[in-house]
Nanobody, 115 residues
């Protein structure tokens, strides 16, 4: 099982980034997928979630209207489109896959928002 995040980097406030999470080794289309982030000295927090059938998405208020989660079940890939980025969005971003008791995590990708 592998989840490999990519697309992180350095961006100025107000900018955009798109993160990707390539999945392998499990039946991606059946899994609830989520993005989390963890900033230095803070707890890991949920950023976005999407159901297996793509019909339900959830976001915390801190990113609602700025972040969009999506998935391509044919490509086994999860995405996070981030726009209007703020300095406080700086964190390591992780993707997560959950199905019943099974739960997998990627290694994370760093997003730094700075001028």
């Amino acid at each position: 099982v592998q989840l490999v995040e990519s697309g992180g980097g350095l961006v100025q406030p107000g900018g955009s980034l798109r993160l990707s999470c390539a999945a392998s080794g499990f039946t991606f289309k059946n899994y609830l997928m989520r993005w989390y982030r963890q900033a230095p000295g803070k707890e890991r927090e949920l950023v976005a979630g999407i159901s297996s059938g793509m019909s339900i998405t959830v976001y915390p208020d801190s990113v609602k209207g700025r972040f969009t989660i999506s998935r391509d079940n044919a490509k086994n890939t999860l995405y996070l489109q981030m726009s209007s980025l703020k300095i406080e969005d700086t964190a390591v971003y992780y993707c997560s896959a959950t199905y019943g008791r099974a739960s997998y995590w990627g290694q994370g990708t760093q997003v730094t928002v700075s001028s």
